[in-house]
């Protein structure tokens, strides 16, 4: 059963940058699809970058020229650099084995004025 814990998350200014993290477990880390999601306040659940076992990347829309996902294998750890951050960044982040119906308890980002 996979089991995902975001951390990383917090306070910060707009325009500012954050560095999100996600430690796996119950997987074979290097063969997994993963990704990020958000939920903002009121809002439904939203898909916002992927990463792929062979490192191909997608993000959306709103995420291009932000946001880098990554991965490193070795660690059994996904991360979601976040950068030129805006109010509507503000959510709970989740990190989620793609192939899994699992989700983590998530990680809060604001972005404040």
């Known amino acids: 059963q996979a089991h995902v814990v975001e951390s990383g998350g917090g306070l910060v200014q707009f325009g500012g940058s954050l560095r999100l993290s996600c430690a796996a477990s119950g997987i074979t880390f290097s063969n997994a699809a993963m990704g990020w999601f958000r939920q903002a306040p009121g809002e439904r659940r939203v898909w916002v970058a992927s990463i792929m076992s062979s490192g191909a990347t997608s993000y959306a829309d709103f995420a291009k020229g932000r946001f880098t996902i990554s991965r490193d294998n070795a660690k059994n750890t996904l991360s979601l650099q976040m950068n030129s951050l805006k109010f509507e960044d503000t959510a709970v982040y989740y990190c989620?084995?793609?192939?899994?119906?699992?989700w983590g308890q998530g990680t809060q980002v604001t972005v404040s004025s």
């Open positions: 989620k084995v793609l192939s899994s119906d699992s």
